[in-house]
Nanobody
């Protein structure tokens, strides 16, 4: 079972990036899928999550109105559209999967992370 995150990179403040996370080895259409991030010297924090069918989404206050999480179960993929990026969004972004949508990082499956760097 593998979660492969991609789409990170270097962007200027105010710019946009779209992250993707593809699952392989099994389907996750019955799992919640979530993005967490971890900045240097900081703990891993919840960013956004979506339930199994996309009907419910949850966002951290720091990204509300700027980030959008979505999923395509036919492609076993979730996305994170990030707009109006700020330097404080700089972090390694991880996707995760679990039967339950939660904001705590106690997930069964984790991707390897993709680095997002926002320059000022």
């Amino acid at each position: 079972v593998q979660l492969q995150a991609s789409g990170g990179g270097l962007v200027q403040a105010g710019g946009s990036l779209k992250l993707s996370c593809v699952a392989s080895g099994r389907t996750f259409d019955d799992h919640a899928m979530t993005w967490f991030r971890q900045a240097p010297g900081k703990e891993r924090e919840f960013v956004a999550g979506v339930n199994w069918n996309g009907g419910r989404t949850v966002y951290a206050d720091s990204v509300k109105g700027r980030f959008t999480i979505s999923r395509d179960n036919a492609k076993n993929t979730i996305y994170l559209q990030m707009n109006s990026l700020k330097p404080e969004d700089t972090a390694i972004y991880y996707c995760a999967a679990d039967p339950v949508l939660s904001t705590t990082p106690l997930y069964d499956y984790w991707g390897q992370g993709t680095l997002v760097t926002v320059s000022s």
